[in-house]
T-cell receptor
Framework: RKEVEQDPGPFNVPEGATVAFNCTYS??????FFWYRQDCRKEPKLLMS???SGNEDGRFTAQLNRASQYISLLIRDSKLSDSATYLC????????????FGSGTRLQVQP | EAGVAQSPRYKIIEKRQSVAFWCNPI?????LYWYQQILGQGPKLLIQ????????DSQLPKDRFSAERLKGVDSTLKIQPAKLEDSAVYLC???????????FGSGTRLTVV
């Protein structure tokens, strides 16, 4: 089983739509969680951290469910510029302190 | 603040040749990472340094890959000899601490023919 699993997509949505991505992780000892964004042929960039209480940054909302080992990202009012691959990222806890990346979910926002 | 610098941006080599990549992290960042990203996949950790010491190299194919960070700043990653399956983007990242978010460099796109 992969440490971090995501639906690869692609998710094709019209401008203005709300879209949600899900991610599951296998290591219950994981301590920190992030969403990264990666544009085509570019490096990953930190989008937002994910906190247990849930957190929001403008049109983006991240949720964490530790009991189910599940992370989500909600994007409201999608823009063309949101088209990218969204990587779910987990710090795998003690002994493996580097971040583990999922394979990403591709989003294509259409006019 | 200057970002993470990597060179070269692109490299094409024949299989069995050697290649080296260079990374200069953000000033003051003690932790440096090398990731390999194969097309269609997420980045996979190759090696993690804390200052000039290796924290995790469990996924580094040590028969052909080596990395060093001699003075705790710049780092080089070497592949010798390269195989076709090494074709990927090699990303360097740095962070202040081990629980902080990372800043990635632009990567080196390696093609092995």
């Amino acid at each position: 089983r992969k440490e971090v699993e995501q639906d690869p997509g692609p998710f094709n949505v019209p401008e203005g739509a709300t879209v949600a991505f899900n991610c599951t992780y296998s290591n219950s000892a994981s301590q920190s969680f992030f969403w990264y964004r990666q544009d085509c042929r570019k490096e990953p960039k930190l989008l937002m951290s994910v906190y247990s209480s849930g957190n929001e940054d403008g049109r983006f909302t991240a949720q964490l469910n530790r009991a189910s080992q599940y992370i989500s990202l909600l994007i409201r009012d999608s823009k063309l510029s949101d088209s990218a691959t969204y990587l779910c990222v987990v710090n795998s806890g003690t002994g493996r302190r580097a971040l583990t990346f999922g394979s990403g979910t591709r989003l294509q926002v259409q006019p | 603040e200057a970002g993470v610098a990597q060179s070269p941006r692109y490299k094409i080599i024949e299989k069995r040749q050697s290649v080296a990549f260079w990374c200069n992290p953000i000033s003051g960042h003690a932790t440096l990472y090398w990731y390999q990203q194969i097309l269609g996949q997420g980045p996979k950790l190759l090696i993690q340094f804390q200052n000039n010491g290796v924290v995790d190299d469990s996924q580094l194919p040590k028969d052909r890959f080596s990395a060093e960070r001699l003075k705790g700043v710049d780092s080089t990653l070497k592949i010798q000899p390269a195989k076709l399956e090494d074709s990927a983007v090699y990303l360097c990242a740095s962070s202040l601490g081990q629980l902080d978010g990372y800043t990635f460099g632009s990567g080196t796109r390696l093609t092995v023919v």
